[in-house]
Nanobody
Framework: QVQLVESGGGLVQAGGSLRLSCAAS????????MAWFRQAPGKEREFVAGIGRNGDTTTYADPVKGRFTISRDNAKNSMYLQMNSLKPEDTAVYYC??????????????????WGQGTQVTVSS
């Protein structure tokens, strides 16, 4: 499996920005679709953004579209999530994940086999 480690979370006021990083190691990275998920207290883990194996395709959940940007650098085995115009409802633990089962929709966490430990993002009002 791919080993994933997130970083960059923290506390920020509404309207601020954060940049999350996901460092990967292991046998496969460039050949995998990657995604960011988040989970807030009392809520299910939800898809945030995904990116194709070469970074040429991206997709976003409606609540973050226009505010977040996902990117990857395969040469550095890294993935990123630029988060702008943050809102209190963005508060959650954010996870990066590597997709395994491509027959399962990309927004479904069941299709991913590698997960980071998560990084906390807290947005105050």
């Amino acid at each position: 499996q791919v080993q994933l480690v997130e970083s960059g979370g923290g506390l920020v006021q509404a309207g601020g920005s954060l940049r999350l990083s996901c460092a990967a190691s292991g046998r496969t990275f460039s050949g995998r679709f990657m995604a960011w998920f988040r989970q807030a207290p009392g809520k299910e883990r939800e898809f945030v953004a995904g990116i194709g194996r070469n970074g040429d395709t991206t997709t976003y959940a409606d609540p973050v579209k226009g505010r977040f940007t996902i990117s990857r650098d395969n040469a550095k085995n890294s993935m990123y999530l630029q988060m702008n115009s943050l809102k209190p409802e963005d508060t959650a633990v954010y996870y990066c994940a590597a997709r395994l089962v491509y027959s399962i929709p990309y927004s479904n966490s069941r299709g991913y086999d590698s997960w980071g430990q998560g990084t906390q993002v807290t947005v105050s009002s």
